[in-house]
């Protein structure tokens, strides 16, 4: 192994300069296999096909199976509109992933998103990150795909709503334990119920063609839904906003791959390659599926669907066969969960090393070489908060959308920042090596930062309460900051403008 730096930048452990004038910085190269030379240091352990089926395994999730398809041909009733809003979401989110890659392969460090926003902007946009992460974004999302995989086990097995959520918690719990023990246990569950769901979307996308059941008659306009707005109307510019919106949720997830960076080994090869890959397979089987669904049931029973898949396999094969979709979706959101409950725990080990956080949560356990503390309070808090919303809410449904809209709205403003970040550090740090460099920059990364921003003012108009519930947990992280956790920061030498720079390893 050697470490290669490039003209003005020496990667190491100390602050990254601002020249000029350059200066000298110790450098520590990082053990491939092993965390025995640094206790805060975990081991690259995951390869191409473990980083393209993290990036398949956050992605496919609940969101191709639930409400949000029904909810984009309620707002649209327009089908060659329908499959172009799939297929647009998944080109800006591609964009998005373009952008990353460049990112991760330049500053391939456990964090991810919260690495990058710290080497851009800052620690305390950095910390933000972290902090929303942790309060909605990462939890919400745990919270959100374990009470999903209880509602398609309800289909199976019918329960009780406290009986769901005793599941759903067990769900969280269990895959806790999975990934505190070993990274490469929580890595191969997550490369087998990556290739089920993708296996699972490939039989919805094929079984109705072979088995006779498609018809071209179902793809057209519905008298009972509102009828197609005119083309860039107010109306249809709204329709268009609330679609969007509804995609975002089943194509989130493309950024999971950067709080593994520091464990994928060839970084600076396997993690564009993952990302590229990952969501190729993505963008192909979510527009099959939407196809396929739509040619087998009508536009109305699309619309009003809570458990599309179930019921295109209940026309298919009966009640039998709508059970074993409920099981397909099962595995896809559990494939979820572990996706997140893997990828999580990075950013808090990230923050606790810059001294954001207690250090005892940048601990790399001595026997399974996992973040293991912070993988434990990461379950709590997700625990928590499904209490909560189940308590709230008495309904695992409504406890779903209302984690879901959360995670989304929080999650916009933090993804646009990140991919900001590629053109921030162009200027910032010009000589950094890139070992991938953007494709189609500067106009893809401008694609989603123009689109997201679009999609947040349409939710500001329609959910203001929801983005002023946003806003405010922001606003408390930064009154945290300034009182705390500068102080913590200052004392590991990160808050004072210049952010530790992570290790490059070829």
């Not at 329960?159 to 769901?164: E, K, N």
């Not at 759903?168 to 990934?179: D, F, P, R």
């Not at 009003?304 to 896809?332: H, N, P, Y």
């Not at 947990?473 to 009182?483: P, S, V």
Request: charged share 10%; proline share 7%.
């Amino acid at each position: 192994m050697e470490t290669r730096a490039a003209t003005g930048y020496h990667p190491g452990t100390d602050a990254l300069p601002l020249p000029p004038p350059p200066r000298e910085l110790r450098v520590t190269n990082f053990a491939p296999d092993s965390p025995d030379t640094d206790p805060t240091q975990l081991p690259r352990v995951l390869g191409l096909f473990d980083a393209t089926m993290v990036v398949v395994g956050s992605i496919i999730g609940s969101g191709i199976f639930v409400g949000k398809v029904g909810s984009v041909a309620k707002a649209l009733n327009d089908f060659p509109l329908i499959v172009g809003i799939w297929v647009a979401v998944g080109i800006i989110t591609l964009c998005g992933a373009l952008a990353l890659a460049e990112l991760c392969a330049m500053l391939p460090k456990a964090g991810g998103p919260y690495v990058y926003l710290r080497e851009a902007y800052g620690p305390l946009t950095a910390f933000l990150w972290g902090w929303t992460e942790f309060w909605v974004v990462r939890t919400g999302s745990l919270g959100a795909l374990a009470c999903a995989s209880a509602i398609y086990l309800n289909q199976v097995i019918p329960m009780s709503v406290t009986a769901q959520e005793i599941v759903a918690i067990a769900i969280v719990l269990g895959l806790s334990a999975i990934n505190y023990v070993s990274t490469t246990q929580g890595a191969w569950v997550q490369n087998v119920t990556a290739v089920c769901k993708v296996g699972f979307l490939a039989a919805i996308i094929l079984l109705p063609f072979l088995l006779g059941h498609v018809d071209s008659a179902n793809l057209a306009t519905s008298a009972e839904l509102t009828p197609p707005a005119s083309p860039l109307s107010g109306a249809w510019l709204m329709a268009v906003g609330a679609a969007m919106m509804a995609v975002l949720w089943p194509y989130d997830g493309w950024i999971n791959i950067g709080p593994v960076a520091e464990e994928i080994q060839e970084p600076q090869r396997n993690l564009p390659r993952g990302l590229a890959l990952g969501m190729a397979i993505v963008i192909v089987v979510y527009v099959g599926a939407n196809i396929s669904y739509h040619l087998t049931l009508s536009m109305d029973e699309v619309a009003i669907s809570e458990a599309i898949a179930s019921d295109v396999f209940r026309k298919l094969f009966g009640e039998t066969g709508a059970k074993i979709a409920a099981l397909g979706v099962m595995v896809s959101t559990f494939g979820a969960v572990n996706s997140n409950m893997l990828t999580g725990p990075r950013i808090y080990f990230a923050m606790a090393r810059d001294g954001l956080l207690p250090r005892t949560l940048c601990q790399v356990h001595e026997a399974y070489s996992t973040p293991a503390n912070a993988i434990v309070i990461q379950a709590i808090w997700t625990v928590i908060l499904m209490v909560a919303f189940y308590g709230w809410t008495n309904s695992p449904r409504d406890t779903f959308d209302g984690l879901t809209d959360s995670v989304i709205l929080a999650g916009l403003i933090f993804y646009s920042l990140t991919v900001a970040a590629v053109y921030v550090l162009r200027k910032k740090l010009p000589h950094l090596e890139r070992p991938y460099r953007t494709w189609g920059y500067p106009f893809t990364p401008a694609l989603l930062l123009v689109a997201y921003a679009g999609i947040f003012l349409s939710t500001l108009l329609s959910d203001f309460k929801l983005t002023l519930a946003v806003l405010v947990l922001i606003g408390l992280g930064i009154a945290y900051y300034y009182k705390w956790g500068r102080k913590l920061a200052l004392q590991s030498g990160v808050a004072g403008g210049e952010p530790t720079a992570p290790n490059t390893q070829r």
